[in-house]
């Protein structure tokens, strides 16, 4: 396997727009899989003051060389003016999961 595959974290307001966006990727091809979280109770600094939101969280499984178009796409469908959209290496897995990923890729 040659390509660096990544973890891509996003939080969505609903687990309506979480499944729309995975759904969107997903046919894409900008993902190979998602994991819907939530609700989870987020806590954040916005415009000077700390809120507080239930937000669903999006666990998401590529390559490191989707993510930029990744990141378009999900600013294009997100209802967020500043989504969170961050990856982590994926720095190791199992051989057979990792075999797929790559393949659900192409």
């Avoid at 809120?51 to 378009?72: G, N, P, V, Y």
Wanted: proline share 4%; glycine share 2%.
């Amino acid at each position: 396997m040659e390509a660096t595959y990544i973890i891509v974290l996003l939080t969505t307001s609903s687990k309506k727009e979480a499944e729309k966006i995975a759904d969107t990727l997903l046919a894409e091809k900008l993902i190979a899989c998602a994991n819907i979280i939530g609700p989870v109770h987020s806590l954040f600094w916005w415009q000077g003051k700390i809120d507080k939101a239930a937000e669903h969280l999006l666990l998401m499984k590529t390559c490191i060389d989707r993510f930029e178009k990744l990141s378009e796409r999900v600013k294009a469908l997100h209802s967020y003016q500043i989504p969170e959209i961050i990856a982590m290496p994926i720095v190791e897995g199992f051989k057979p999961y990792m075999e797929w990923l790559e393949s659900s890729l192409k």
